[in-house]
């Protein structure tokens, strides 16, 4: 089966730091990609998305490029701000429109903390 | 857009007791799934739904756990008896098939 590995945390930063979480995937075919956020107490939410080769997904300065001959999906922003701490997820599922599409295998998830 | 709504938000219960989950998916996704998070395992399909019918079952852990889609707007996840080991923040999720997929905020459950 599909599986999906993130650099193991936590990653502490000052603020403005630049960031670069790692994460690769194992898959048949050509997965989408995805990185959620998990703040304290909440939900995930979507941070961005690729459905396929060479394709960047980007939001809120986040950027994540499908790379598939590395096999691989890291997640950085050049300055990260304290409210930016968060644990965030990366994750491998179908390919849109396929039926077994929402059928995510999640990395292990990488705690960021972000000192003013 | 309301979002995927889940309740309760948090639920303590005692080991033996009945735990029910609910959600209500986002109208007109036709696909949910439920996923389970905790700190040893990180975050686990537990079953998906198509059209209100289970695809994939496979995650459920075991007997104890059982989910229910009865229409398109709702569905429960349901354990009985308890374990504390069942602890854990239960996710249901909903897409339409071709865009992004969207989780609810999540079900905190403490087994004492």
């Known amino acids: 089966g599909d599986s999906v590995t993130q650099m193991e945390g936590p990653v502490t930063l000052s603020e403005e730091a630049f960031l670069t979480i790692n994460c690769t995937y194992t898959a048949t075919g050509y997965p989408s990609l995805f990185w959620y956020v998990q703040y304290p107490g909440e939900g995930l939410q979507l941070l961005l998305k690729a459905t396929k080769a060479d394709d960047k997904g980007s939001n809120k300065g986040f950027e994540a490029t499908y790379r598939k001959e590395t096999t691989s999906f890291h997640l950085e922003k050049g300055s990260v701000q304290v409210s930016d701490s968060a644990v965030y997820f990366c994750a491998a599922g179908a390919p849109a429109g396929g039926t077994s599409y929402g059928k995510l295998t999640f990395g292990q998830g990488t705690i960021l903390t972000v000192h003013p | 857009d309301a979002g995927v709504i889940q309740s309760p938000r948090h639920e303590v219960t005692e080991m033996g007791q009945e735990v029910t989950l609910r959600c209500k998916p986002i109208s007109g996704h036709d696909y949910l799934f439920w996923y389970r998070q905790t700190m040893m395992r990180g975050l686990e399909l537990l079953i998906y739904?198509?059209?209100?019918?289970?695809?994939?079952d496979s995650g459920m852990p075991e007997d104890r756990f059982s989910a229910k889609m009865p229409n398109a707007s709702f569905s429960t996840l349901k354990i009985q008896p308890s374990e504390p080991r069942d602890s854990a923040v239960y996710f249901c999720?909903?897409?339409?098939?071709?865009?992004?997929?969207?989780f609810g905020e999540g079900s905190w459950l403490t087994v004492v």
């Open positions: 999720a909903s897409t339409a098939g071709v865009d992004t997929i969207y």
């Open positions: 739904f198509n059209n209100n019918v289970p695809i994939d």
